[in-house]
């Protein structure tokens, strides 16, 4: 089992360019998530989904885009990059159930220029 | 909502010292805990997790953190730090579907 992959591992972006962020996970998990993790800040999710055919916003989603196109995959969308969205971005995955345990990915890291 | 603080965003100790890293949580249910470590340029690994179960969790590489209410507090601890054991260590606390993550402590392990 490849367990979670990211799609691509490094980009850089000028401000206004567009790119989507892919992820993919094989253990039939239910839920996944989208994060961005900056320095002094720990891990914020960005908007996540409980189940196919669902998604939510979370604590920093403006800026974003997420489409979760099946069970397996779920895409985050950068429509007009900025400088404020360098970061490294996870994408994490998890069985439907109360603990709740994430499996991450190995991460994307993004510079906007 | 839910919240996690860790003290101290760095914390050095020499190869075979005692580690503590301490997490603080605030949480309107009772809460699932996790200490996650993330090596360098890696995604993050779970550690260890408390489920209610258990006040003692033990997790992987001779980590263990123990949850008290009293002080809503669940810290992590090893006896014998290794060279390996240098990386950064997160604590969440998670509610329903929505978990929330410490800034993260790194550790550094000194020979």
């Known amino acids: 089992n490849a367990g979670v992959t990211q799609t691509p591992k490094f980009q850089v972006l000028k401000t206004g360019q567009s790119m989507t962020l892919q992820c993919a996970q094989d253990?039939?998990?239910?839920?996944m998530y989208w994060y961005r993790q900056d320095p002094g800040m720990g891990l914020r999710l960005i908007y996540y989904?409980?189940?196919?055919?669902?998604?939510d916003k979370g604590e920093v989603p403006n800026g974003y885009n997420v489409s979760r196109l099946n069970k397996r995959e779920f895409s985050l969308r950068l429509e007009s990059a900025a400088p404020s969205q360098t970061s490294v971005y996870f994408c994490?995955?998890?069985?439907?159930?109360?603990?709740?345990?994430?499996?991450f990915g190995p991460g994307t890291r993004l510079t906007v220029l | 909502a839910q919240s996690v603080t860790q003290l101290g965003s760095h914390v050095s100790v020499s190869e075979g010292a005692l580690v503590l890293l301490r997490c603080n949580y605030s949480?309107?249910?009772?809460?699932?805990l996790f200490w996650y470590v993330q090596y360098p340029n890696q995604g993050l690994q779970l550690l260890l997790k408390?489920?209610?179960?258990?006040?003692l969790v033990k997790g992987i590489n001779g980590f263990e953190a123990e949850f008290k209410k009293s002080e809503t507090s669940f810290h992590l601890t090893n006896p014998s730090a290794h060279m390996s054991d240098a990386a950064e260590y997160f604590c969440?606390?998670?509610?329903?579907?929505?978990?929330?993550f410490g800034a993260g402590t790194r550790l550094t392990v000194k020979p």
């Open positions: 408390y489920t209610s179960a258990a006040t």
């Open positions: 969440a606390v998670s509610e329903n579907n929505d978990m929330r």
């Open positions: 989904s409980a189940s196919e055919g669902t998604t």
């Open positions: 994490a995955s998890s069985a439907l159930g109360v603990y709740n345990e994430q499996f």
């Open positions: 949480s309107s249910v009772p809460p699932y």
């Open positions: 253990m039939n998990h239910n839920s």
